[in-house]
C-alpha cells in the first residue's frame, strides 16, 4: 500500500500568512493548496506555526510567534480572552465580526448546497454585543489552571476554582471574576460565590477523582424585568450549607427571586440533576417574549438572547406567511415558542420533540397561555407522522448543531408541505441539509441573525418553496 504524501509534517514549524478565517473560528492557511487551520488567528496575520495534526484533506497547527500582527486586529477588553473558551472574536471589531459571519454563511450555501444564485442579506447585528446573556454557566474545579501571569504566585489557591473551560479541554478550569457576555450584577454574584465558598470551606468536586461537593454555578436573569435565578448543582444534598449561603446571596442582592439547589450525583459532567431544592423564592423566574411571560425552572431551555430572540422569530413569521387556513408542523419544536406564536396565525400546529422535558415544558406554556390548537407530540417525526391526520401546509425545522438527520431531510424533500422554514445554528451543516432538500425544493430567502456576538455562531432562517407548487 502506497504511502499517501503530505506538504507538512507533524511537528515542523512554518511561517505562513493566514489568509481567511473559517467557521468554527480557526484562521486558514495553505502549504501547496493543502489547508491547515491555526486557532487564534485572524486573516492577514504573518506567523510562525507548528504543525500538531495531519490528515487527510487538512492539518491543524499551533501559533508560535504572531511575526506580524493583522490590521484588523484590537485589544480585546476581557483580561481572559485567549484563555477562555467563552468567546472567539473579541480581537476584531464587531462589524468585522458580522463579516466573517456573513461570507460563513453565503460560502456554506455557494460551495455545500451548491446553489450560486441566492442572495444572501448581511446577518441582522444584535443590539447588544456584551452583556446580553440570560444565562452563564460556570464550573467548580479542585484544581485550577493558572493563567501565565499567575504561575508562581504562592498566595492564589491551586485547589479551587470557578469558572469557565480552557477550550478544548474537560478538565481545565479557569478561575474568573467578571464575564463581559453577562451583565454587572451577575458578575457581582459570581465573585461573591466564589469567595463565600472559599472562604467556609466548600470543597469543589473533582472531575477526575469524583470526590467533592460544588460542581457548577448557574446564574439566569431576566431581559423583561432583571431578576436573576442562581442555580448551585452539588453532588449531595447538604441543606445546612446550601440553606446559609442561600440566605446570604438573598441578603445582598435584592434582585435574586429564586435559588435553587440541584443535586447532580452522577460522574456525568453536567449542569442537570434529577432532584431541585428550592433554597430561596420560587422555583423559578419570568422571561417575556412578544407579549407572554414565560415562566424559567431552572432546567428549563429559553434563548440565550432574549432581545434577539425576537427578531429571529420575527424572520420565522415573515417566511413562514402561515393563514387560518393552515395547518403546521414545527420539528425540534423544543418547549414550544416557535409552536405557539404559529398558532396564532395558523389553524393548528403540531409541535414534535424527542425529549421529553422539553414537551412537558411546551405543554406547559401552552395551557399558560390559553392556547387550544397545538398538539405536542413526544417521539420521532418519522415514526410518529403517520399519527397525525393532518398534513402540513408549512413545516418549521430548528434542529441541533448537527442538524436533520438524512432521513428526516429526505422526508422533508419528498414532503407536499408548500414551504419549509429552516432555522439554523450552524451554516454547514444546514447548507449540506439543504442540498438534499432542493430536489424538490427551491431556496429562495435565506437571513443570517446575529444571536451570540464575540463568537463564530450565527442563526440563519432559510425559506425553501415547493417546485411547481
Same mark, same amino acid.
Given at each position: 500500500m502506497?504511502?499517501?504524501k503530505?506538504?507538512?509534517?507533524?511537528?515542523e514549524?512554518?511561517?505562513?500568512?493566514?489568509?481567511?478565517?473559517?467557521?468554527g473560528?480557526?484562521?486558514i492557511c495553505?502549504?501547496?493548496?493543502?489547508?491547515?487551520?491555526?486557532p487564534?488567528?485572524?486573516?492577514?496575520?504573518e506567523v510562525?506555526?507548528?504543525?500538531?495534526?495531519?490528515?487527510?484533506?487538512?492539518?491543524?497547527?499551533?501559533?508560535?510567534?504572531l511575526?506580524k500582527?493583522?490590521?484588523?486586529?484590537?485589544?480585546?477588553?476581557?483580561?481572559y480572552f485567549?484563555?477562555?473558551?467563552?468567546?472567539t472574536?473579541?480581537?476584531?471589531?464587531?462589524?468585522?465580526?458580522?463579516?466573517?459571519?456573513?461570507? $460563513?454563511?453565503k460560502?456554506?450555501?455557494?460551495? *455545500?448546497s =451548491?446553489i450560486?444564485?441566492?442572495?444572501?442579506?448581511?446577518p441582522?447585528?444584535s443590539?447588544?454585543i456584551?452583556a446580553?446573556?440570560n444565562?452563564?454557566?460556570?464550573?467548580?474545579?479542585d484544581?485550577?489552571?493558572?493563567l501565565? $501571569?499567575?504561575?508562581?504566585?504562592?498566595?492564589?489557591?491551586?485547589?479551587?476554582?470557578?469558572?469557565?473551560?480552557?477550550?478544548?479541554t474537560?478538565d481545565?478550569?479557569i478561575? *474568573?471574576d467578571?464575564?463581559?457576555?453577562?451583565s454587572?450584577a451577575?458578575?457581582?454574584?459570581?465573585?461573591f460565590t466564589?469567595i463565600?465558598?472559599?472562604?467556609?470551606?466548600?470543597l469543589?468536586?473533582?472531575?477526575?477523582?469524583?470526590?467533592g461537593?460544588?460542581?457548577f454555578?448557574?446564574i439566569?436573569?431576566s431581559h423583561?424585568?432583571?431578576?436573576?435565578?442562581?442555580?448551585?448543582?452539588?453532588?449531595?444534598?447538604?441543606?445546612?450549607?446550601?440553606?446559609?449561603l &442561600?440566605?446570604?446571596?438573598?441578603?445582598?442582592?435584592?434582585?435574586?427571586?429564586?435559588i435553587?439547589n440541584? *443535586?447532580? =450525583?452522577?460522574?456525568?459532567?453536567?449542569?442537570?440533576?434529577?432532584?431541585?431544592?428550592?433554597l430561596?423564592?420560587?422555583?423559578?423566574i419570568?422571561?417575556?417574549?412578544?407579549?407572554?411571560?414565560?415562566k424559567?425552572?431552572a432546567n428549563?431551555?429559553?434563548?440565550?438572547?432574549?432581545?434577539?430572540?425576537?427578531?429571529?422569530?420575527?424572520?420565522v413569521m415573515?417566511?413562514a406567511?402561515?393563514?387560518?387556513? =393552515?395547518?403546521?408542523?414545527?420539528?425540534?419544536?423544543?418547549t414550544?415558542? *416557535?409552536?405557539?406564536?404559529?398558532?396564532?396565525k395558523a389553524?393548528?400546529v403540531?409541535?414534535?420533540?424527542?425529549?421529553?422535558? &422539553?414537551?412537558? =415544558?411546551?405543554?406547559?406554556?401552552?395551557?399558560?397561555f390559553?392556547?387550544?390548537?397545538v398538539?405536542f407530540?413526544?417521539?420521532d417525526?418519522?415514526?410518529?407522522?403517520?399519527?397525525?391526520?393532518?398534513?402540513?401546509?408549512v413545516?418549521?425545522?430548528?434542529?441541533?448543531?448537527?442538524?436533520?438527520h438524512?432521513?428526516?431531510?429526505?422526508?422533508?424533500?419528498?414532503?407536499?408541505?408548500?414551504k419549509?422554514?429552516?432555522?439554523?445554528c450552524?451554516?454547514?451543516?444546514?447548507?449540506r441539509?439543504?442540498?438534499?432538500?432542493?430536489e424538490?425544493?427551491?431556496?429562495?430567502?435565506i437571513?443570517?441573525?446575529?444571536?451570540?456576538?464575540?463568537?463564530?455562531?450565527?442563526e440563519?432562517?432559510a425559506?425553501?418553496?415547493?417546485?411547481?407548487?
Open positions: 502506497q504511502q499517501k503530505y506538504p507538512v509534517k507533524r511537528g514549524e512554518l511561517n505562513v500568512t493566514i489568509e481567511n478565517v473559517a467557521f473560528g480557526k484562521g495553505r502549504i501547496n493548496d493543502y489547508v491547515i487551520f491555526v487564534n488567528t485572524l486573516p492577514q496575520d510562525k506555526i507548528r504543525v500538531t495534526k495531519r490528515k487527510t484533506g487538512y492539518g491543524e497547527a499551533r501559533i508560535l510567534e511575526v500582527p493583522s490590521p484588523l486586529r484590537q485589544d480585546a477588553p476581557c483580561k485567549g484563555w477562555c473558551g467563552g468567546c472574536w473579541q480581537k476584531v471589531s464587531y462589524e468585522q465580526q458580522l463579516e466573517f459571519k456573513w461570507n $460563513h454563511v460560502e456554506s450555501i455557494q460551495h *455545500i =451548491d450560486k444564485d441566492i442572495e444572501v442579506p448581511k441582522i447585528a443590539e447588544k456584551r446580553y446573556r444565562k452563564m454557566e460556570f464550573s467548580f474545579a484544581k485550577r489552571w493558572l501565565p $501571569h499567575e504561575l508562581g504566585n504562592m498566595e492564589i489557591e491551586k485547589s479551587f476554582a470557578l469558572g469557565l473551560h480552557v477550550p478544548g474537560f481545565k478550569i478561575s *474568573i467578571e464575564c463581559l457576555l453577562q454587572d451577575a458578575n457581582e454574584i459570581l465573585k466564589q463565600y465558598c472559599k472562604e467556609n470551606n466548600l469543589p468536586y473533582g472531575i477526575r477523582s469524583h470526590e461537593f460544588l460542581r454555578l448557574v439566569r436573569e423583561f424585568s432583571g431578576d436573576i435565578m442562581v442555580n448551585i448543582v452539588t453532588a449531595f444534598s447538604d441543606s445546612k450549607n446550601m440553606s446559609k &442561600a440566605q446570604e446571596l438573598s441578603q445582598k442582592f435584592p434582585q435574586i427571586k429564586s435553587i440541584t *443535586i447532580n =450525583d452522577r460522574k456525568a459532567q453536567i449542569a442537570f440533576g434529577e432532584e431541585e431544592i428550592v430561596y423564592g420560587d422555583s423559578f419570568t422571561d417575556k417574549l412578544f407579549d407572554k411571560m414565560y424559567i425552572s428549563s431551555f429559553f434563548q440565550t438572547n432574549t432581545a434577539q430572540a425576537e427578531r429571529l422569530y420575527e424572520i415573515e417566511f406567511e402561515v393563514d387560518k387556513q =393552515d395547518t403546521v408542523w414545527d420539528l425540534y419544536c423544543g414550544g415558542t *416557535i409552536t405557539l406564536l404559529l398558532a396564532v389553524k393548528r403540531y409541535g414534535f420533540e424527542l425529549v421529553e422535558r &422539553a414537551i412537558l =415544558d411546551a405543554r406547559k406554556n401552552a395551557k399558560e390559553g392556547v387550544q390548537n398538539e407530540i413526544l417521539g417525526v418519522l415514526v410518529e407522522k403517520s399519527n397525525v391526520k393532518n398534513n402540513p401546509a413545516i418549521v425545522v430548528d434542529p441541533p448543531r448537527s442538524g436533520l438524512p432521513k428526516v431531510a429526505a422526508f422533508l424533500s419528498e414532503s407536499n408541505a408548500k419549509i422554514v429552516y432555522v439554523s450552524n451554516p454547514t451543516t444546514m447548507a441539509d439543504i442540498k438534499i432538500i432542493k424538490n425544493y427551491n431556496l429562495t430567502k437571513q443570517p441573525v446575529d444571536m451570540f456576538p464575540q463568537t463564530y455562531h450565527i440563519s432562517v425559506l425553501l418553496e415547493r417546485k411547481n407548487a
